[in-house]
T-cell receptor, first 115, second 116 residues
């Protein structure tokens, strides 16, 4: 069975701190996709990244970086120098090969960045 | 204009009433999905459709039905709403494109439904 676990329900940091959001997944598929979405207080889902299982390169986009480790089935997300605007719920999700938009979501991590 | 439009965006309805959430997309995609979000549970798949003649149950389809009226339209119905169906509902769409590249999933802005 496929499963995504985000063990951190809530995280609170002070602005400019670095913060890492953890994501651990389970799948028997050899090819799969991993996603991160941001959900601000307004409720919409904002796509952040998609990673293929055969590409273990870490990725950096501005203050955001992602660490994909197949050996530990983890796909962690780090925000460097956090800002108040980063306050949101963040979801990690898993998709199977040729499963299209059928995603398994984690429970979400609510990040609060205080000034 | 949004690529994926959901209506209504907010609705309060009474227990036992029938309610329909509508979704339309301008991307020309074959595949459409309905998800439900509950606090602490993330999003869960209710129904999905890979083309106009294809309807499939997702993880939590009980109490829901869907209709794929056209390629661009996918409606979710609660035949007799109950309070534990109070949630945020998302429609999504993506291309029918196989292969290693994966594909982008477009989500609507969500529909807040409260059943009292």
């Amino acid at each position: 069975a496929q499963k995504v676990t985000q063990a951190q329900t809530e995280i609170s940091v002070v602005e400019k701190e670095d913060v890492t959001l953890d994501c651990v997944y389970e799948t028997r598929d050899t090819t799969y996709y991993l996603f991160w979405y941001k959900q601000p207080p307004s409720g919409e889902l904002v796509f952040l990244i998609r990673r293929n299982s055969f590409d273990e390169q870490n990725e950096i986009s501005g203050r955001y970086s992602w660490n994909f480790q197949k050996s530990t089935s983890s796909f962690n997300f780090t925000i460097t120098a956090s800002q108040v605007v980063d306050s949101a719920v963040y979801f990690c999700a898993l998709g199977g090969y040729n499963q299209g938009g059928k995603l398994i979501f984690g429970q979400g991590t609510e990040l609060s960045v205080k000034p | 204009d949004a690529d994926v439009t959901q209506t209504p965006r907010n609705r309060i309805t009474k227990t036992g009433k029938r309610i329909m959430l509508e979704c339309s997309q301008t991307k020309g995609h074959d595949r459409m999905y309905w998800y439900r979000q509950d606090p602490g549970l993330g999003l869960r798949l209710i129904y999905y459709s890979f083309d106009v003649k294809d309807i499939n149950k997702g993880e939590i389809s009980d109490g829901y039905s869907v209709s794929r009226q056209a390629q661009a339209k996918f409606s979710l119905s609660l035949e007799s709403a109950i309070p534990n169906q109070t949630a945020l509902y998302f429609c999504a769409t993506n291309e029918n494109r196989q292969g290693h590249s994966g594909n982008t999933i477009y989500f609507g802005e969500g529909s807040w439904l409260t059943v009292v």
